[in-house]
């Protein structure tokens, strides 16, 4: 009778945590009310004294913490059955190992390529999907979102002057690429699940544009099929350098848990990495006010046009490029505390210095160039690696 009487009460406490849950998030609309409900079906289990919604965050939605939650306390627990990844998306996942010509080029491939057949594939189940009600709280861009959405003039007006601007043009070349020689053919060879409403340019950047931006990558995972991943719920939080929550990859489930104490009343926030401005804004679509992370950059054609004064100045440059020292495409970054780059300090170095000077940093500028891949550190001497976007 006891034993009972404590499983009643669990069951009771259970009850009560989801209904909890399910009461501070039906405040916004009936498409958040759906996604808990989903959430509890398919074994996603959130912290009581949360709310999803508008009210209270900084986006179009959020989670908004309704009483304190301590530090170590779990926010969410994620079975990895509850991911959309294109292991778990069971029509793509055959149909993608069983295309002799798509699965010889898996390796070679960016694993955003098999999650966006995923992606596409449910988004054209519509109500079938088993993710369908979570993919109704996805957004719909209009104007806003990361820029390689935007339109042409919008990039090219808003984006005068940054590292940002030649970043989304190559991303467009890139998609362009990857639609045309690998997405398109697989989809039209499999039309019974990528009808042709499916398989436009169109959708699949803006696709793109969600992987982009919500998506997570579990480096560690050797499953190409399984490696980047949309999580549900988690992809709801939105961004701050000073978050509140961090998220550990399991064998068989991902958790959520604060690393510091959440008020009554806060936005529950993620970080999506220590990146600086032009990143967010690449990614994402936002730049944060006083990002500790933040740096400036100084680009190849900047570096160029100062030293067009001199010609012996002029001369050495020419070298450098020859030697492949310096190339177009590598950004020299200063950080938001004024720590320059170390690579740019001695490329400065060999430019104005003598015949032996030159040969002695030489070297140790091959080496920094070998070491990293254009690193620099943030003001909390944390490395952040922006040679390339």
Same mark, same amino acid.
Request: glycine share 6%.
């Given at each position: ?10 069951? /009771? !406490? ?18 958040? %009310?759906?996604?808990? @409900? ?12 949360? =709310? ?40 793509? =996942? ?20 098999? !999650? ?8 054209? !189940?519509?109500?079938?999907? %088993?993710?369908?009600?979570? !993919? ?32 989304? #043009? ?19 060879? #499999? ?5 042709? #409403? ?51 990859? =399991? ?19 993620? %970080?999506? /990495? ?24 100084? %680009? ?21 490029? @020859? ?40 070297? #140790? ?25």
């Amino acid at each position: 009778f006891r034993r009972r009487q404590k499983l009643s009460y669990r069951r /009771g !406490l259970q009850v009560a945590k989801r209904k909890a849950v399910e009461a501070a998030s039906t405040r916004d609309n009936p498409r958040v %009310t759906a996604f808990v @409900k989903w959430c509890r079906r398919a074994g996603i289990r959130l912290h009581p004294k949360i =709310r999803i919604g508008r009210e209270g965050s900084c986006a179009e939605i959020g989670v908004v913490a309704t009483e304190e939650i301590g530090e170590g306390e779990r926010v969410a627990h994620i079975p990895r059955s509850a991911l959309l990844t294109c292991a778990n998306s069971q029509a793509v =996942r055959r149909r993608l190992l069983r295309d002799d010509v798509t699965a010889e080029r898996l390796d070679s491939m960016s694993s955003w390529v098999p !999650l966006l057949l995923a992606m596409l594939a449910e988004y054209g !189940l519509e109500s079938a999907s %088993t993710w369908y009600p979570y !993919l109704q709280l996805v957004p719909n861009y209009g104007s806003a979102g990361p820029p390689m959405i935007w339109s042409e003039s919008q990039r090219d007006t808003l984006l005068a002057g940054t590292s940002v601007l030649q970043s989304v #043009h190559t991303d467009a070349e890139n998609i362009a690429r990857d639609h045309a020689t690998i997405v398109l053919p697989f989809m039209q060879r #499999h039309s019974d699940v990528f009808p042709p #409403h499916l398989q436009s340019l169109d959708l699949y950047e803006q696709m793109v544009a969600l992987v982009m931006s919500y998506s997570f990558s579990d480096e560690a995972n050797p499953d190409m099929l399984q490696r980047t991943m949309m999580v549900p719920f988690v992809d709801l939080l939105n961004h701050h350098s000073q978050h509140h929550v961090e998220l550990s990859f =399991r064998d068989d489930h991902l958790e959520l848990v604060a690393i510091r104490t959440i008020k009554k009343g806060e936005e529950v926030m993620n %970080t999506y /990495g220590p990146l600086p401005n032009a990143s967010l804004m690449h990614k994402y679509g936002f730049s944060e006010v006083n990002n500790p992370h933040d740096v400036a950059y100084i %680009t190849h054609t900047t570096l160029t046009e100062a030293v067009s004064g001199s010609p012996t100045v002029q001369v050495r440059w020419r070298q450098l490029g @020859k030697e492949g020292l310096v190339d177009p495409s590598l950004l020299y970054c200063v950080n938001s505390v004024g720590k320059i780059d170390r690579k740019m300090v001695l490329t400065l170095k060999m430019l104005h210095g003598g015949k032996l000077r030159y040969a002695c940093l030489r070297r #140790h500028l091959m080496k920094e160039l070998d070491r990293d891949d254009g690193a620099v550190e943030d003001e909390n001497g944390k490395h952040v690696n922006m040679r390339h976007f």
